[in-house]
């Protein structure tokens, strides 16, 4: 089946690129069958999971730790994002604004540890994931976004990171694009990954310290029984001190949480590798992560081996939360970004795509993750992460561990940390909800980004979303 009719999506395979590598782990770890007991049970095999049960081996070795993997760790999000491993926890500094601005100073303080603590684990375990630490630059492709980032700016610097406004001239010097008209270049606060490169490196970093990992074992409930919290899957059962679920944007174990996220689908785009002459005609030496500033904005980067990931823009959401697999096919949202992606680099015009796929972002009404417990403190969770996931995981396996231990006071103490995100109607009201917030955001698009009544509604009530 073709991903799209546009010619260079021709011969482009249905499959994630990176998890579509040798590098993927073969081995298999067994499903869980007959009860038995843990000291934690993780419950999700993506960052998130594999996060928490490294981060409680390391602090207490003495725990007995499983992780109950639905599928194959990382067959999810995490092995299938964009590979932007970002210092924020608030899904931007614009975000964290809006939200969080008593505390941002904390915030991006703890999210550039975070980032720091990353590049220290991957180290010490000897994670070669292609890490790169090459930044974020932000582009304006229309005068108003422009505005934005030149008014973004000295917000950023005063929060401590280093960054430049470019002028067109400056921009498309970084990184050669017609479309261009302003860029914001941040330094240090991004690096780029092979994102199921660290899945399998977060994983043998826990089956090394023993953790028990059961893949295929999706957990079907949770029930606090006496002093324990019980895990069922299909197969087996585990009895357990401690659980925390990190299971994103799939169907949530805890009742309460069914309001807090729905599952929207992003689409991305891998080239072939380009050859010298191709990367010498975008220039792009920094090899920045890059993004554009409408609302509707694509995300896209340069690979190990030099091929572009050309991802974002549409973002669907199907009715009743849907999550199946033929909602991975859109070749109308292929096509369009193949369409994207050749009016941004015109002089690639002839290269193919060899991959075109897509994976589910656990959306909120706040943009980024949120956290909190059940059973009587036994129980915590972690998701919302709403797309900026890779690096704001490894804290939100701090945020479940802190709060299910009560040994990380700095954290458990954040607002970020003890505040919920304001939850989503029910159908049908929910898919007419999302339905008008993505048309007001593209007609915001194509208006110089004034936002109708229905965006500046949502904006006071606090549910306003900027990219
Ligand atoms: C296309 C795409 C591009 C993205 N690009 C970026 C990016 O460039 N930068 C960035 O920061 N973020 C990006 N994200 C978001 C990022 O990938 C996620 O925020 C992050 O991977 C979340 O990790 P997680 O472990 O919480 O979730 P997941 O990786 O989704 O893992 C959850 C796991 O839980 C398992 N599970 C669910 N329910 C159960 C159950 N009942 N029992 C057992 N297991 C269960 C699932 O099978 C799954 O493996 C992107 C996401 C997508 C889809």
């Not at 229309?142 to 005063?158: I, N, V, Y």
């Not at 490196?201 to 957990?219: F, K, N, Q, T, Y």
């Not at 070749?331 to 796929?357: C, I, K, M, N, V």
Request: proline fraction near 5%; charged fraction near 20%.
């Amino acid at each position: 089946m073709r991903a799209g009719g546009h010619p260079a999506l021709a011969e482009a395979a249905l499959t994630p690129f990176w998890l579509d590598q040798p590098t993927v782990a073969s081995d298999r770890q067994p499903p869980l069958t007959g009860s038995t007991h843990a000291d934690l049970v993780v419950v999700g095999g993506g960052y998130t999971g594999l996060w928490t049960a490294l981060l409680a081996k390391e602090r207490h070795p003495h725990l007995d730790v499983i992780l109950l993997e639905a599928d194959r760790v990382g067959h999810a999000a995490s092995g299938r994002n964009g590979g932007f491993c970002s210092a924020s926890l608030t899904h931007g500094l614009a975000n964290g604004l809006d939200r969080f601005a008593d505390e941002l100073d904390v915030l991006e303080h703890l999210g550039r540890t975070n980032l720091d603590a990353i590049a220290v684990t991957l180290a010490r375990y000897g994670i070669d994931c292609d890490w790169e630490r090459t930044g974020d630059l932000a582009v304006a492709t229309e005068s108003w976004q422009a505005d934005e980032l030149a008014k973004l700016a000295p917000t950023a610097r005063e929060r401590g990171a280093t960054v430049h406004l470019l002028d067109p001239p400056a921009v498309r010097a970084e990184i050669n694009s017609p479309t261009y008209v302003a860029g914001l270049w941040t330094e240090g606060d991004q690096a780029l990954v092979d994102p199921a490169k660290l899945v399998t490196g977060l994983r043998d970093g826990c089956l090394s310290h023993g953790v028990r990992i059961h893949e295929w074992s999706p957990a079907t409930a949770v029930t606090a029984e006496r002093s324990r919290v019980v895990v069922r899957t299909s197969h087996g059962s585990v009895a357990a001190e401690r659980v925390a679920l990190g299971t994103n944007a799939f169907r949530p174990l805890l009742r309460r949480l069914r309001w807090q996220t729905v599952p929207v689908y992003d689409y991305v785009l891998m080239t072939e590798p380009l050859s010298a002459a191709q990367l010498g005609s975008v220039g792009w030496r920094r090899r920045q992560g890059v993004s554009d500033s409408g609302n509707q904005f694509h995300y896209y980067r340069l690979t190990a081996g030099n091929r572009i990931l050309w991802g974002g823009y549409d973002a669907i959401y199907h009715f009743g939360s849907a999550i199946r697999p033929e909602l991975e096919r859109r070749p109308a949202t292929y096509d369009r970004l193949a369409r994207h992606f050749f009016t941004t680099f015109p002089q690639l015009e002839g290269l193919r795509f060899s991959h075109a796929w897509a994976g589910i972002i656990d959306t909120c009404t706040r943009f980024c993750a949120f956290f909190g417990t059940a059973c009587s403190g036994r129980l915590a969770y972690a998701l919302g992460y709403t797309g900026l996931g890779v690096g704001a995981s490894r804290f939100g396996a701090r945020a479940m561990l802190g709060l299910l231990y009560g040994d990380d006071p700095e954290v458990g103490s954040l607002r970020l940390v003890r505040k919920k995100p304001l939850p989503f109607p029910p159908e049908p009201l929910r898919y007419a909800a999302v339905q008008l917030t993505r048309w007001s955001l593209a007609r915001a698009d194509g208006n110089g980004g004034r936002r109708n009544l229905w965006l500046r509604a949502l904006d006071r009530a606090g549910l306003g979303f900027d990219s």
